[in-house]
């Protein structure tokens, strides 16, 4: 597939071309103020982001990635590199010393030390403050204190400053993975200026970070937004002066207007990769993404209690197809239970169990004495996930001769509440983009209970929970790779749910565009992006 | 009964359809299934410790007969209250009015110009060619769904031609407007042509018009003047109906074409299960919507002192 093949060699090919149009550029675009490094601009749809502190932010991760620079960072070929921090290390994988780089600046001068990321992990973590991403700091010891009913604490035991580039954090269990929890998509790991802390309302509005872009004025609602090169950033240079945040309300308009060449990125709608070839050309990227789906199936539900009949589902869905007819072959047929980014992830565990064989399908369904009834699937409506869910419907109507609909909810609170309430009617959608490329993301999220998605796949078992833990503390990151391995073949013994696909993160980009990286979360690497000679 | 008379009954009459029409909404959104809070960080779960603070915060954790109170007690403060992440709706309702309310007024002028314009033709040309394509095409104009003809017109004037932007408000008023206005106003366009010229043919064939031809008034005068005022009377209460319809129901457009009006807001707000939210938009499209017809009914004795409030 072109896409891929073009993202691919992009990143590899990105010093080169830069060096290339580096200088062509700066003469075209005379809003850059700077004689020498990068220049020109480019316009991104995002979604409107409402909440903008790295802490809150639900939807503002390509915003969080410019304003903020992370402690480590992880590339698309998912080596970890060191960004803010100078390194991340233990013992004993439960606690963990941070040192920072010297030097580094918040754009408002003031410096970045070891006392704004623990003043800002412990605003992020207290309970009253009620920040949406506090859970990616759970781990942390002293994290209960800050959320108790009563007179919570304000700072968290496990926190330590050192000195003024140094901090130690304890876990409160040894977790190999940590150095990867400090990477660019666990924004609850972002540091914060002091100011930010006399009015987090009005920080909030303009959040000021140690990243590579400033942001241009206050943030108002359905506004673009405006961010700007730090001249002071200590990281990676980046390779454009400027970057504007478009709020779209519809994916499908956003899609439009890169068509049109008002706007340089976005992401390419599920309703829109079937066509998106013939509009684009190869100006479409596929980002393999540290996301997976599965066809949750639901277990409390006896008909759905032989392995077989799992089994079947399974060899009875015809992933290739939909995969080319509904998604224009951008996905990925699965293979393993945790995406094939994350280092050491089995790929092709799963066998034929993943793979598309009717007939064997059938029998084994004949072999576990049939189906009763219909298998309603059920899926979040208004999302554009009907014509896959339609697709598994009628590969399961006329591959095992039962009854089967694909049924959507009104909407994602509705659907959320119910699969949270394991009250799915029949199998149903379950999906986990992970914040890093560890298969222990996954893995927990899934398949420890309370891990992150609950009821995704409704099986929580004490072997499963015992290997993790295990892995969990293997301090060597190769052993700690083979170990998660390791709890795959458990999870393929009980076949809990069928992987359905490795998800990709699809973007189309406009001719002004000669190179969209990205790095290991799936998203682009905008401020790395390198922008066509002419543009 | 004078007109001021008439105003104030029409008023009061109005203050308890709010009140009733609040409650049923704030109920309506309070029930819709799945739990809001839930729902903020999308498929990533918070924290249960998060999602109490919130609730309590916005007193989800309250009955919902106590929500109300508190935001008729905000109301009374003038308080609209704020969406779940702390931002007060009278402010997002300040920021999306102006694009509404230009998107809104923009269609009206597109429908009553070419609109009346073109019915006008047709009635006075009655069986003739003109006025057979003028059927024929405001049968199809009225007939292709509103969500077609916008992608399309997207598709041809912003991204082929290139003439008009394919979404935003980033031009300002009128190049980002006429486009979706346009899109907005052909259905109302191609109703109100079929309703004038019905209404001009009726009035062509009156007593009144064949006595005016009588006295020898120039055809200037007697179309001018006579048969357009009193063919104009239906077509108003249709354009000031649709007026308010523009400004409340334009959520599809404003969704395709991108324009961060009322309308979407209002669907991004059910979407979000948020009361507040919700509530204050349909309040006040409601009283947009009713104050129109008020204006009409006034505007009725303005130009059939025929007509009286009774």
Known sequence: MKARVRATVGVAALGLVLAACGSTDAEDEPT???????????????????????????????????????????????????????????????????????????????????????????????????????????????????????????????????????????????????????????????????????????????????????????????????????????????????????????????????????????????????QAESDFGDRIYAFEAPGIAFLGIPLADERYQDIRVRQAISMAIDRETINEVIYGGLYEPATAFTPAIAPGTPVGICGELCEYHPEDAKDLLDEAGGFEGTIDIYYPGGIGLDEMYAAIANNLRQNLEVEAVATPSTDWAEFYETRLNGDAPGPFFSRWGALYPSQQNTLRVFFVENGGCTNCIPWYDDEVAELIAEADATVDSDDAASAYAVVQERILEEFPAPPLFFETYSYVTSERVEVLPTSAVGNPLFSQTVLAEDA | MTAAQAVTRRLAELVLVFLGVMFIIYVMVFTLPGDPIMALGGDRPLPENVVAELRSRYHLDEPVWKQYLYYLQGLAQ???????????????????????????????????????????????????????VVLAGTILAASVPVFVVAVSAQLVFGVQLGWFPVAGTTQGW???????????????????????????????????????????????????????????????????????????????????????????????????????????????LIIVFLVANLVVDLLHTALDPRIRHE
């Open chain 2, 78 to 132: 003038g308080d609209l209250g704020t969406n779940f992440s702390g931002q007060p709706v009278a402010d997002r309702l300040a920021a999306r009015w102006p694009v509404t309310i230009a998107l809104a007024l923009t269609a009206w002028g597109i429908e009553l110009v070419i609109g009346v314009g073109l019915g006008l033709y047709a009635g006075l040309r009655r069986g003739r060619v003109g006025d057979r």
């Open chain 1, 32 to 274: 850059t103020t700077e004689t020498e490094g990068p220049s020109g601009s480019i316009s991104i749809a995002v979604t409107d982001p409402g909440q903008l502190t790295p802490g809150r932010q639900t939807v503002a991760y390509d915003f969080s990635m410019a304003v903020f620079a992370p402690l480590t960072f992880i590339d698309d070929a998912s080596e970890m590199t060191y960004v803010a921090a100078e390194s991340v290390e233990s013992e004993d994988a439960t606690t963990w010393t941070i040192t920072l780089r010297e030097g580094w600046t918040f754009h408002d001068g003031t410096p970045v030390t070891a006392q704004s990321y623990v003043d800002a992990w412990n605003t992020v973590a207290y309970g009253p403050n009620a920040f949406e991403n506090s859970g990616q700091l759970a781990n942390v010891v002293g994290y209960e204190d800050l959320n108790t009913e009563s007179d919570p604490a304000t700072e968290m035991s496990g926190l330590e400053v050192v000195d003024e580039s140094t901090f130690t954090v304890t876990l409160a269990g040894p977790d190999s993975q940590f150095p990867l929890q400090v990477s660019q998509a666990q924004t609850a790991m972002y540091p914060m200026p002091e100011v930010a802390f006399e009015d987090l309302e009005a920080y909030d509005r303009q959040p000021i970070g140690n990243g590579a872009f400033v942001m241009v004025g206050e943030y108002v609602e359905n506004d673009p937004i405006e961010l700007e090169a730090y001249p002071e950033y200590q990281g990676p240079a980046p390779t454009i002066s400027a970057m504007t945040l478009v709020p779209y309300s519809d994916t499908g308009t956003a899609y439009t207007d890169v068509l049109a060449g008002n706007l340089d990125v976005a992401s390419l709608p599920p309703d829109r990769t079937a």
């Open chain 2, 174 to 284: 009128p190049t980002a407007y006429l486009l979706p206005a346009a899109c907005i106003a052909v259905f109302g366009l191609a109703s109100i042509a079929r309703l004038m010229r019905g209404s001009v043919i009726d009035t062509m064939s009156s007593d009144f018009v064949r006595t005016l031809w009588a006295k020898g008034l120039t055809r200037r005068q007697v179309v001018g003047v006579h048969v357009t005022r009193n063919s104009a009377i239906p077509v108003l209460t249709y354009l000031a109906i649709d007026l308010g319809y523009l400004l409340g129901g334009t959520v599809i457009i404003e969704g395709i074409f991108n324009l961060p009006g009322v309308g979407q807001l209002l669907f991004q707000a059910i979407r979000a299960h948020e009361g507040p939210t919700v509530v204050g938009v349909s309040t006040a």
